[in-house]
């Protein structure tokens, strides 16, 4: 049961973070590594307004989130936009977001050092019981918000305007050009969500395991693991591709050691792109049919 | 003057991991985050040999190879079917899992504790133990992977790989098997970059997990892109560049502690720089094209 309850909360994470990571590249069309230092900086600036600056931690958490949202905007505005106008490839992209990702996380590590952080204040207690297992407040809320912040980007992005408008730039950027839709606004919307929701899922990761500089690198790439593993398309192949990672992440824990768990996670991606390099989806993508 | 003899050798042991990669991600057109993977190969294959059976480095150094030519044909038997940034994620995957075996694999790695005890570099009785002659042996082993790489890659083989880098479809259309050019790239790349590993293991006698880390396979690639893509000596010189830095921070007064954080600054800015250079000639490509 333990073993479950585990499950659940990482899961809860990994739908976050792949939803996040997701909507990002449906609007730009390439890995933004960058996307990791939105989580970390979300977290460190909770620590900065919550303990440093002793504000209110209800206050700290959503100036957070806005300050999460505008880095990503900045970095849109200042580097991405201009690389793409040069019309730059996507593996330049990556590379130039790999940049992006490098001097903001060692611009934190120069600020609050590499050490371990907390902005926890609230008094440790022992979790509450359920069917014999363990499961702690933070625990709850994370699995609570995930939920919650999982279906509002959903019914963003399936019933308003603009999330229609992100699913066919995604789409077609052509036609959706054509229709009138103007890309950079649907690359900023995806932005905006994509961030807020990865600011949401480092604090809440923060508020659970504590923070480090580097911690935003390996829980991105998990959310880009379930992302390749569901596949591109409807949300359930996410569920279905953050649930197989969080449920092998944990078992692999249980049977071999914790240590294992970043291993496992490749294997399986390694795994899904050798035999189905689609995911569960099956959706084809350009860039896994060679 | 030991100092500068170490940095010497520390730019020879780059040069020849950079240079390696350049003939994947430049050549070939396939980036990879895995070449410190494959530099921790060499490294730990050696070191393991040499301080637990007694091997001698001549006999450990071409086993290196074989063993990281092996792991980079089944990473490459993988990798070869994505491209674009997914090639850079699944490398980014391997590396990933090589390092969890150097680190998590105890029994044999030692894990974090690493290997103390590598004996120096030794061969035909001459022991090369003073900085002096190590310095001579990297040169050696860079000016033969510079020499082997330069002839390379200016072979009908090279071209094909130019080729594809440029128009895969289109080289397809000739009749070349694009797949397994782009696999014989990636192992050949993957052995060269373990004669790095080889001799960074026998020159600081100590190695761990934490010198073959996705940090070190983002240095080695910034070398590239710095250096340019298909420049062997342009990445000579971005090795040297990039290797120094540090001491350059050092002399300004910056604490290491600050230093190694404003070094990584330095080279993630230069990336970003680089890109932009990239996309500004593009940019005067297409024009030029259109008129």
């Known amino acids: ?290 | 003057m030991d100092y500068i003899l170490h940095l010497g050798i520390l730019i020879c042991i780059y040069t020849i991991l950079a240079q390696s990669l350049s003939l994947v991600a430049g050549y070939s057109g396939q980036i990879s985050l895995a070449q410190a993977g494959f530099y921790g190969i060499g490294a730990y294959l050696s070191a393991l040999l040499t301080v637990n059976f007694g091997f001698s480095v001549l006999v450990t150094l071409p086993l290196a190879m074989i063993l990281s030519g092996i792991i980079a044909y089944v990473v490459s038997k993988v990798a070869v079917k994505t491209v674009d940034d997914y090639y850079i994620i699944i490398t980014l995957g391997i590396q990933v899992e090589i390092f969890s075996v150097m680190n998590n694999w105890q029994e044999v790695t030692r894990g974090p504790l690493g290997i103390p005890g590598i004996p120096s570099f030794s061969s035909f009785g001459f022991e090369f133990d003073s900085k002096v002659s190590y310095l001579l042996l990297s040169i050696f082993f860079a000016g033969l992977v510079w020499f082997v790489l330069h002839n390379l890659t200016k072979s009908p083989f090279g071209r094909v790989l130019r080729g594809l880098s440029e128009d895969e479809v289109y080289t397809k259309s000739l009749g070349k098997n694009v797949g397994s050019y782009k696999v014989i790239s990636f192992v050949i790349s993957g052995m060269l970059a373990s004669i790095a590993g080889v001799l960074y293991a026998h020159y600081i006698s100590y190695i761990d997990p934490t010198s073959f880390t996705i940090d070190e396979s983002i240095f080695i690639l910034s070398i590239v892109i710095i250096g340019g893509m298909r420049n062997l000596q342009g990445i000579f010189f971005a090795a040297t560049f990039l290797v120094l830095l540090p001491e350059a921070l050092r002399f300004v007064g910056m604490p290491s502690s600050v230093a190694a954080n404003m070094r990584q600054v330095i080279y993630g800015i230069a990336l970003i720089l680089v890109i932009f250079r990239m996309g500004v000639n593009k940019s005067k490509t297409l024009r030029n094209a259109n008129v």
Not at chain 1, 114 to 130: A, C, I, M, Y
Request: glycine share 8%; net charge positive; hydrophobic share 50%.
């Open chain 1, 1 to 290: 049961m333990q073993l479950s309850l585990n499950i659940l909360v990482t899961f809860s994470i990994l739908i976050l973070l792949g939803l996040s990571f997701s909507l990002i590249f449906r609007g730009a069309k390439f890995f933004d590594i960058g996307q990791a230092l939105t989580l970390t900086l979300a977290s460190y600036s909770t620590y900065l307004f919550s303990i440093q600056l002793d504000t209110s931690f209800l206050i700290a958490v959503p100036i957070s989130i806005f300050f999460g949202i505008c880095l990503m905007l900045l970095v849109n505005q200042y580097i991405y936009n201009p690389l793409q106008k040069r019309k730059v490839e996507n593996w330049q992209m990556l590379i130039a977001s790999l940049g992006v990702y490098v001097v903001l996380q060692n611009t934190i590590s120069l600020i609050w050092g590499d050490n371990t952080l907390s902005f926890r204040t609230w008094p440790v207690k022992e979790g509450h019981q359920v069917l014999g297992a363990y499961i702690t407040d933070v625990q709850i809320i994370t699995v609570i918000s995930c939920g919650f912040l999982v279906g509002l980007g959903c019914f963003f992005l399936e019933k308003t305007s603009i999330g229609n408008k992100i699913k066919a730039v995604s789409s077609n950027p052509g036609l959706a050009a054509i229709m009138g839709i103007s890309k950079e606004k649907a690359v900023i919307w995806s932005s905006v969500l994509g961030s807020g929701l990865a600011a949401c899922a480092g604090i809440l990761i923060a508020a659970d395991t504590d923070m480090t500089p580097t911690m935003g690198f390996n829980w991105l790439l998990f959310g880009v693991v379930s992302m390749i593993i569901g596949g591109m398309g409807k949300l359930r192949y996410l569920i279905l591709g953050a649930l197989l990672l969080a449920t092998a992440q944990h078992l692999s824990a249980y049977y071999l050691d914790s240590k294992w768990i970043n291993a496992t996670a490749y294997i399986i991606h390694n795994a899904f792109l050798y035999f189905r390099p689609y995911g569960f989806s099956g959706q084809p993508l350009k860039k896994a049919e060679i």
